[in-house]
């Protein structure tokens, strides 16, 4: 590349130096696989799924099973019953939210009932919170490191 008289770095004919760097590299040998413009590439044909990659049933195969037997879930097990402290975690809940919405049906003035209502509720979630179990009842096994 020759430097312009000016004293920048930069080619004189910059379409010049672009023939001469492509000149260079077709001599290396590259860019002497890439095909013309005027034929248009052929992608290869996918190869067949062989050995453990062979599906047992194709998707049509599966909508037609699906529509011959549904699946039928099995039965959730039954909710444990609530115990006193979460019924009472779930009553201060229940008086907050009547205490904030409607007020005047026990005769107390919004301006009592609602930081009453507000501290209620969070006496109730926080109960609820404080309730919660860590994992299953009865398991004594050790889950490894907890952060």
């Not at 609530?82 to 939210?97: D, M, N, P, S, Y």
């Not at 009932?113 to 006496?123: E, I, K, Q, R, Y």
Request: aromatic share 4%; glycine share 10%; charged share 25%.
């Amino acid at each position: 590349m020759t430097k312009r008289p000016g004293g920048s770095d930069g080619p004189e004919d910059v379409d010049a130096a672009f023939a001469e760097i492509v000149a260079d590299l077709e001599r290396e040998g590259i860019g002497s696989s890439v095909v013309e413009d005027d034929v248009p590439p052929v992608a290869p044909a996918p190869e067949e799924p062989t050995g453990w990659r062979v599906p047992d049933v194709t998707w049509i195969d599966a909508v037609e099973a699906e529509e011959d037997g549904h699946f039928v879930p099995p039965e959730p097990p039954p909710l444990p019953r609530l115990r006193a402290g979460t019924l009472f975690g779930i009553l201060l809940l229940a008086v907050g939210v009547l205490l904030l919405a409607g007020p005047q049906l026990i005769g107390l003035a919004p301006r009592v009932a609602t930081p009453l209502s507000l501290v209620s509720l969070a006496a109730g979630i926080g109960w609820l919170v404080l309730r919660t179990r860590r994992g299953p009842p009865d398991s004594d096994r050790d889950d490894g490191a907890q952060i």
